[in-house]
T-cell receptor, first 111, second 113 residues
Framework: SQKIEQNSEALNIQEGKTATLTCNYT??????LQWYRQDPGRGPVFLLL?????KEKRKERLKVTFDTTLKQSLFHITASQPADSATYLC??????????FGKGTSLLVTP | DAGVIQSPRHEVTEMGQEVTLRCKPI?????LFWYRQTMMRGLELLIY????????DSGMPEDRFSAKMPNASFSTLKIQPSEPRDSAVYFC???????????FGPGTRLTVL
């Protein structure tokens, strides 16, 4: 069966450090992968989309890598800030062009 | 643009009652998605529409759930009869095309007593 796995344990880091979140998947052949941010009580917000032929994509302090051989994506936040504290979700396209989401990893950045 | 609009934001009802959730997608978006989020199961796709036509409803848990999109600016998700296990946050999202970012509404928190 198809699975999307993200670290269930919260990631706690100190302000200014780089946060790295992992998304592993099985039984998908995704043409692209997306990352979303979700704050408590709110809907997910789109951050980045990376296609299968792209190894890396950057947006300001965010960087995403996509390794289709390892079936893994890494999401990096450099120079992290307390405002980056949230839950981060990765999402993959299913066969019908809709998205399946991982359960997310909670990030806490402390001053 | 106001973004995706959902109503109500909170709904508390008793088991057996009918519940209707409403969504207005972003104007010009051709795709509309309904999701349900719980701690146990995460964010699950229930159904999605393309140009008002239901494309994939395989995520709809039971016949008690139904969704409609009578026009490009409005969709409903109905649960009849509701059960306590339906308690969750229900999100609506829209996107301009396939394989593009989805924009989520604020969600409806449903509690079935």
């Amino acid at each position: 069966s198809q699975k999307i796995e993200q670290n269930s344990e919260a990631l706690n880091i100190q302000e200014g450090k780089t946060a790295t979140l992992t998304c592993n998947y099985t039984n998908y052949s995704p043409a692209y992968l997306q990352w979303y941010r979700q704050d408590p009580g709110r809907g997910p917000v789109f951050l980045l989309l990376i296609r299968e032929n792209e190894k890396e994509k950057r947006k300001e302090r965010l960087k995403v890598t996509f390794d289709t051989t390892l079936k893994q994506s890494l999401f990096h936040i450099t120079a992290s800030q307390p405002a980056d504290s949230a839950t981060y979700l990765c999402a993959l396209e299913n066969s019908g062009y809709a998205l399946n989401f991982g359960k997310g990893t909670s990030l806490l950045v402390t001053p | 643009d106001a973004g995706v609009i959902q109503s109500p934001r909170h709904e508390v009802t008793e088991m057996g009652q009918e519940v209707t959730l409403r969504c207005k997608p972003i104007s010009g978006h051709d795709y509309l998605f309904w999701y349900r989020q719980t701690m146990m199961r995460g964010l699950e796709l229930l159904i999605y529409f393309n140009n008002n036509v239901p494309i994939d409803d395989s995520g709809m848990p039971e016949d008690r759930f139904s969704a409609k999109m009578p026009n490009a600016s409005f969709s409903t998700l109905k649960i009849q009869p509701s059960e306590p296990r339906d308690s969750a946050v229900y999100f609506c999202a829209s996107s301009a095309e396939s394989r593009t970012p989805q924009y989520f509404g604020p969600g409806t928190r449903l509690t079935v007593l």
